[in-house]
């Protein structure tokens, strides 16, 4: 039962445009939506994050957007740059207090490549 | 700072051998994990402390065993493995201070079991 998916396994944008990364769930319990980069070898990269109490954080080049109704969340990447190349993961986890609290579960992952 | 530190950084062990991977974060971060990855999947979460109890154990084989000697502290002992438990792990923590937790992930040890 795959909680968190990431129906696109890769993704190719050219160098100054815009990369969208997308992500659904299933779990109404999640509250917590982050995004990590992963270079091969290496460990996963804190991007940014959002709560389930907003739609929308800004991080420089890098937009979360949150779309509750639909459970569905995606990335935005702008300017796209090629040392934005690498895997990036979606991830969610339920709030404090609960069992779960904690566990964060993975999407599977998409493969960005950013041609110059 | 976000630094959480892994040793070794590469490892290559037999199934009779008995070995640990180590992890270490000072940034006050009051819950650690183990993260088992294999290529072109995500990480699996195999163990949570939270203020260096054991708080989640997703049904890991016991020849895998974590241990938790302080705040800042982590490790995996590891014994009588399988060569399919070669994998990338990865140790990650968090604060544990608000309601959304942001787990900040180390390098990973690179195994291979012969």
């Known amino acids: 039962d795959q909680q968190v998916k990431q129906n696109s396994p890769s993704l190719s944008v050219q160098e100054g445009r815009i990369s969208i990364l997308n992500c659904d769930y299933t779990?109404?319990?999640?509250?917590?939506f982050l995004w990590y980069k992963k270079y091969p070898a290496e460990g996963p990269t804190f991007l940014i994050s959002i709560s389930s109490i907003k739609d929308k954080n800004e991080d420089g080049r890098f937009t979360v957007f949150l779309n509750k109704s639909a459970k569905h969340l995606s990335l935005h990447i702008v300017p796209s740059q090629p040392g934005d190349s690498a895997v990036y993961f979606c991830?969610?986890?339920?709030?404090?207090?609960?069992?779960?609290?904690?566990?964060?579960?993975f999407g599977q992952g998409t493969i960005l490549t950013v041609h110059p | 700072d976000t630094e959480v530190t892994q040793t070794p950084k590469h490892l290559v062990m037999g199934m009779t051998n008995k070995k640990s991977l180590k992890c270490e974060q000072h940034?006050?971060?009051?819950?650690m994990y183990w993260y088992k990855q294999k290529a072109k999947k995500p990480p699996e979460l195999m163990f949570v402390y939270s203020y260096e109890k054991l708080s989640i154990n997703e049904s890991v084989p016991s020849r895998f065993s974590p241990e938790c000697p302080n705040s800042s502290l982590l490790n995996l002992h590891l014994h009588a493995l399988q060569p399919e438990d070669s994998a990338l792990y990865l140790c990650?923590?968090?604060?544990?201070?608000?309601?959304?937790?942001?787990?900040?992930f180390g390098p990973g040890t690179r195994l291979t079991v012969l």
């Open positions: 991830a969610a986890s339920a709030g404090a207090g609960g069992t779960s609290y904690g566990k964060l579960t």
């Open positions: 940034m006050g971060h009051r819950a």
């Open positions: 779990n109404s319990m999640f509250d917590y």
């Open positions: 990650a923590s968090s604060s544990l201070t608000g309601g959304f937790d942001t787990q900040y």
